[in-house]
């Protein structure tokens, strides 16, 4: 690969001979000290990652985002500091963390040293609130296949750490099939409402073997599900059209599919629940008396 292709040190490109200090400043914008990169490229959260190693020298372990990213984790936020495991000062958009690392909570990705996925874990699970860290969670899981005792193995070696009781909610919660933040969102504020912990990501057959669906979440012993519509439903006429037929199709095999939107589920969250409710009701769950229109994400998971 290009050494100019990405981040690179500025020091190394202008020894080497690859461009010179005019076309440096003229065509590469700087990313840290001494870190370049072409002012054509998108700033990527593998690409902060890869940026903020250079700048310490080569001498850091990826952590945190920074190694979620390069596992392939979605919903980080390219503005989003870096995340590195180091001795020495931090930078902006730099978080630097101090803790110990041991063999087993490291790997290599790209030539790069990281914390591997479970103990990447370990230390998200801990930050911010219950429901982002269950989001996080959910797409280090979404990309790496995460499993929960993984992490609880990590637990085990640190088991004295600020925000374990907070991080092994997060890992109870994790689903490996939620595929956007908002997914992760409605199942916490379905199970918040005390509906049963749903399936997601349910392929639906035909009584002849033949898909019919696929459904964002639900119940496949009461055939309610649950659909996030997101912009692409809207956005593209064919698309749209393609969900109409879907949610016809699995209507067909007797699913009842509530759909949610964006402004639903921000705005109008006992309607949604209201909604999920009736159809649990109708298919004969016993609980449905027993629901809280009134549910917030995380509320009844809080520490």
């Not at 020495?88 to 290599?108: F, Q, T, Y």
């Not at 979440?217 to 956005?235: C, F, I, T």
């Not at 939107?261 to 999920?276: E, H, M, N, Q, T």
Request: charged share 25%.
């Amino acid at each position: 690969m290009d050494l100019l292709d990405g981040p690179f040190l500025g020091s190394e490109a202008l020894s080497g001979g690859l461009v010179t200090r005019r076309a440096l400043q003229r065509t590469f914008s700087r990313v840290y000290r001494d870190v370049y990169m072409s002012k054509t490229q998108p700033m990527t959260p593998v690409a902060r990652a890869k940026a903020a190693w250079l700048w310490s020298g080569r001498d850091a372990v990826l952590g945190g985002r920074s190694a979620a990213a390069m596992f392939g984790s979605k919903w980080i936020g390219r503005d989003e500091p870096a995340d590195l495991f180091r001795i020495g000062d931090a930078a902006k958009k730099i978080n630097i963390h101090r803790d110990k690392l041991i063999a087993e909570e490291m790997c290599v990705v790209d030539g790069i040293p990281m914390t591997t996925p479970a103990r990447t874990a370990f230390d998200l699970g801990r930050r911010g609130t219950l429901e982002r860290a269950v989001m996080w969670l959910d797409a280090l899981a979404n990309a790496t296949r995460l499993d929960s005792a993984a992490v609880a193995d990590v637990i085990g070696r640190h088991a004295g750490a600020r925000g374990i009781v907070q991080l092994r909610q997060a890992v109870d919660l994790m689903d490996a099939g939620a595929e956007s933040p908002q997914e992760t969102r409605t199942r916490l504020l379905l199970m918040a409402a005390g509906f049963p912990r749903p399936t997601t990501q349910l392929l639906v057959y035909n009584r002849f073997g033949e898909f019919v669906g696929r459904i964002d979440l639900g119940w496949p012993e009461w055939k309610v599900g649950v659909e996030y519509d997101g912009p692409q439903h809207w956005s593209n006429a064919d698309a749209h059209a393609r969900t109409i037929e879907r949610i016809a199709d699995l209507e067909a095999e007797g699913w009842i599919i509530v759909r949610l939107s964006r402004d639903i589920l921000r705005y109008r969250r006992g309607v949604f629940l209201a909604r999920v409710q009736n159809a649990m009701r109708v298919a004969g769950w016993p609980n449905a008396g027993d629901i809280r229109l009134d549910a917030q994400m995380c509320a009844d998971f809080a520490a």
